[in-house]
């Protein structure tokens, strides 16, 4: 082959009019995307006051596919052996480094699939549902997901086969119509909780507000994480659950701060609510019911209970 021929041929003209100079994102992304006019220090309180009701739309519409009321009626798997699954996955999620979202939208998959399948499952399938879910779920959601063997091997134990888990995955996929991609409480809770924070700090800077905003927050996942052990809770929209912990912290909270904060938090939830009283009274009853809750959870799984004695999901 004569190389020096190569050396001569010519790039096609249609190429060499492409270049990354003139491929320019849509005018609205390049309002957005303008920093210049943003400061650094302001730009997430920016993005918040222009986007915040847009994103929190958004996804109010999207939740309504993850409600999975009675998801078990078809199924001889009782709640008890559910939130045993709930608690394992937690311990599974704290050993692999996986996140808190990770683990929120594995039991969405898992509960999902349930309400959605037209098969009848039996107690002894719900570990094979449970060990697809955060294989699933780690894909979709870290950086650095679970390899197929190692959930073979180390997660299952090697009581699975990869390819019943590759089957598995196919029929979850299948029965979701190929969107597990689910908005979660936890999901709601950190949108929230920006939100709030902006509000906050916006409308009425009190000195200690970031310290009070931050224990909410940590004490709000706390009561979401406590949700999915509990069947009947699967019962309110993930909205409902994010606004009822945090309102159930308020109601905490008020007594270890000063008394301002209650009455302006309280506000400033009645504005992330819509302003809708049906919404506003529905995230007062949640709290009443998670307050129970974490009043009657006790030690009884120690998934939940190991993971705070360690550390917290990142």
Known sequence: MNHRKLKCVRKHPRSQKLSLSVIQPPPLLLSAMDTRRVPAENSNSYLLQHYGDAVLTDLHRAQEANRPLNCLQRHTISPLLRAHMVDWLIEVCSECKLSRRSFALSISIMDNFYLRT???????????????????????????????????????????????IARRERDIFCTLDFCPMFVTALDMLDT??????????????????????????????????????????????????????????????????????????????????????????????????????????????????NLFTRCMLP
């Open 118 to 164: 037209t098969a009848r499952f039996s107690g002894e399938d719900i570990h094979l549902t449970g060990v697809t879910c955060i294989y699933m779920a780690s894909k979709l959601v870290e950086t650095a997901p679970l390899r197929l063997q190692t959930v073979q091997t180390s997660v299952a134990g090697g009581q699975l086969g990869t390819l019943e």
């Open 192 to 305: 929230y909780s920006a939100l709030l924070e902006d509000l906050v700090l916006r409308l009425s800077p009190v000195v200690g507000a970031r310290e009070v905003l931050t224990a909410m927050k940590d004490g709000a996942m706390v009561l979401i994480l406590m949700t999915a052990y509990d069947y009947g809770m699967l019962g309110f929209y993930p909205s409902t659950l994010a606004g009822g912990a945090l309102y159930a912290m308020t109601l905490k909270l008020s007594s270890k701060y000063e008394r301002g904060y209650d009455w302006m938090l309280v506000n400033c939830m009645r504005e992330l609510s819509g302003g809708e009283e049906r919404n506003v009274r529905q995230m007062e009853g949640c709290a009443v019911e998670l307050l129970k809750l974490e009043a009657e959870f006790g030690g009884r799984f120690c998934g939940l209970t």
